[in-house]
T-cell receptor, first 119, second 115 residues
Framework: AQKITQTQPGMFVQEKEAVTLDCTYD???????LFWYKQPSSGEMIFLIY??????QNATEGRYSLNFQKARKSANLVISASQLGDSAMYFC????????????????FGKGTHLIIQP | DAGVIQSPRHEVTEMGQEVTLRCKPI?????LFWYRQTMMRGLELLIY????????DSGMPEDRFSAKMPNASFSTLKIQPSEPRDSAVYFC?????????????FGEGSWLTVV
């Protein structure tokens, strides 16, 4: 079974509108981290936001926020007031094994959502 | 602060040739990862190191691929002999692992084309 599912292969959004990119995950590990990365057409992977499984509040970073619904295993990215420069691929990823003093795995990525912001 | 540094950025090589990709992680990070990205398979974790020791290489496609981390500031991914199906973007990434301080940062990638 896929550990990270992004159900939106592509999205078109009008500039200045808010955007929600969906991500669901599957893990039996009680301790994990969820990440969102942006990959513009130039190819680099840019870290956007992080949510730990024990975090009580939803993470926010500027215009980015993460709508974390643990019971539903959902970690949607919300971009407020979208800009043309937000056009890119967006990847949701999970890192399991976040126990203090223990080991950690690498990131498992979803297939991504191609977001296009239209003027 | 310098980020993860990869070289070369672009490489075109002929089938059968040896390819060596290089990575310098962020100073102080104790985890180093090699990923491969293709259109067909997306982002795949090939191998990762913790404190220079390989922890999981189950993602390495076959024996033609090998990775080393001789010290905390340098790692290589080698393909020998290369094949056209190895054409992909190879990312190196590094992280700390200290509670919440575990974000994985990526290099700009090495774009490999095998003809």
């Amino acid at each position: 079974a896929q550990k990270i599912t992004q159900t939106q292969p592509g999205m078109f959004v009008q500039e200045k509108e808010a955007v929600t990119l969906d991500c669901t995950y599957d893990t039996s590990d009680p301790s994990y981290g969820l990440f969102w990365y942006k990959q513009p057409s130039s190819g680099e992977m840019i870290f956007l936001i992080y949510q730990g499984s024990y975090d009580q509040q939803n993470a926010t970073e500027g215009r980015y926020s993460l709508n974390f619904q643990k019971a539903r295993k959902s970690a949607n990215l919300v971009i407020s007031a979208s800009q043309l420069g937000d056009s890119a691929m967006y990847f949701c990823a999970m890192r399991e094994g976040q126990r203090s003093g223990g080991g950690a795995d690498g990131l498992t990525f979803g297939k991504g959502t191609h977001l296009i912001i239209q003027p | 602060d310098a980020g993860v540094i990869q070289s070369p950025r672009h490489e075109v090589t002929e089938m059968g040739q040896e390819v060596t990709l290089r990575c310098k992680p962020i100073s102080g990070h104790d985890y180093l990862f090699w990923y491969r990205q293709t259109m067909m398979r997306g982002l795949e974790l090939l191998i990762y190191f913790n404190n220079n020791v390989p922890i999981d290489d189950s993602g390495m496609p076959e024996d033609r691929f090998s990775a080393k981390m001789p010290n905390a500031s340098f790692s290589t991914l080698k393909i020998q002999p290369s094949e056209p199906r190895d054409s992909a973007v190879y990312f190196c990434a590094s992280s700390l692992f200290r509670g919440a301080r575990n974000t994985i940062y990526f290099g700009e990638g090495s774009w490999l084309t095998v003809v």
